[in-house]
């Protein structure tokens, strides 16, 4: 376990190093928990960074955290892009946006989603919104950033999501369209990234590729406080339940927002990781394949998963 101390000093010496440094981030998913906290300590890590913030607020909604952000650092841009990130054309309108303004991107951190614990929701594509803002939102930014991650010196994806803990899965179901539940969405998605990253890296010499799992972090999400209008009753008891659960066990084992936006941070930034496609824990240490990520590396599932996740694209785009 990397402590909390070393990170905190990492940072420091890290920002003190790198203050003059020009760099780009985009960070999908930071407009609340992790992500957040993420933005926040990298807005201070440099004199002068621009940062890209993808959300589905209002401009006029993300302007007291823009206002906060400016606060930490005057000389940071922030240029928010407002985009539905479950959407693949939402994805891609960002994109398009970011590479017309930008020369190189340093930095992209992904975070958004959570558990659909209200159940399955498809979006106007005809995908499912939690494994799309799980993986194949995901994945497609990273494709389309990719020559602008190239030309960076130092380029750097993370992934905030649930690395290191791949399972078998239902393989004649990639997308699970017959079998959903929730833990399947947990377990696809997780497997699924890791084996995306593992191809990407072996075509992306510089890139590194971190999938991270952060353990239970006390969140400001909003979804995990909207009210279940038009839930049904069990359902309804069995979320409360799952919550009550969540609530002590983050009681117990949990993790400061601010200590996971300073562990993010320093996965974002420091030496002890990459290039290549690595799985991060909550503690922060790199992490073998497990035996099931094992299995599926030693059968070339790689373009298994790359072939379906071409296909859902496609999919989404011809709607």
């Known amino acids: 376990m990397v402590n909390t101390s070393t990170i905190i000093q990492s940072n420091r010496q890290f920002s003190s190093q790198h203050q003059s440094d020009e760099v780009v981030g985009v ?25 890209y913030v993808l959300g589905r607020s209002s401009s006029s909604q993300f302007a007291a955290q823009r206002k906060m952000l400016e606060s930490l650092n005057p000389a940071c841009k922030i240029v928010y892009i407002e985009t539905d990130v479950s959407l693949i054309s939402g994805i891609d309108l960002a994109c398009q946006q970011i590479a017309e303004a930008e020369s190189k991107v340093d930095y992209l951190c992904m975070s958004m989603g959570g558990l659909p614990l209200s159940g399955a929701k498809y979006t106007r594509e005809g995908l499912e919104a939690c494994f799309t803002v799980s993986y194949t939102s995901r994945i497609r930014l990273i494709f389309n950033l990719l020559p602008l991650l190239n030309r960076s010196a130092r380029p750097r994806v993370l992934s905030v999501l ?44 510089k890139l590194t ?6 353990g239970l972090v006390e969140s400001d999400n909003p979804r995990r406080r909207q009210p279940l209008v038009g839930v049904p009753f069990l359902r309804r008891i069995y979320i409360k339940v799952i919550r009550f659960i969540f609530r002590i066990r983050r009681y117990f084992t949990g993790m400061s927002p601010q200590e996971a936006g300073e562990r993010q941070t320093y996965h974002l930034t420091s030496d002890k990781y990459g290039p290549g496609s690595l799985r991060v824990s909550k503690a922060s240490d790199i992490v073998p394949s497990n035996d099931a990520l094992a299995y599926y590396q030693e059968r070339g599932w790689f373009s298994k998963i790359w072939e379906f996740t071409l296909a859902t694209w496609d999919k989404a785009l011809a709607t």
């Open 27 to 51: 960070f999908a998913g930071a407009t609340s928990g992790i992500g957040a906290r993420t933005l926040e300590r990298m807005t201070t890590m440099y004199h002068s960074p621009t940062f």
């Open 162 to 205: 649930n690395g290191g803990k791949e399972t078998h899965i239902a393989e004649e179901d990639l997308g699970l369209e017959k079998n959903w539940s929730i833990l399947g969405v947990v377990n696809h998605t997780t497997l699924l990234t890791s084996l995306a990253f593992d191809g990407i890296a072996a075509e992306n010499s």
């Open 209 to 214: 590729l971190i999938h991270n799992a952060p």
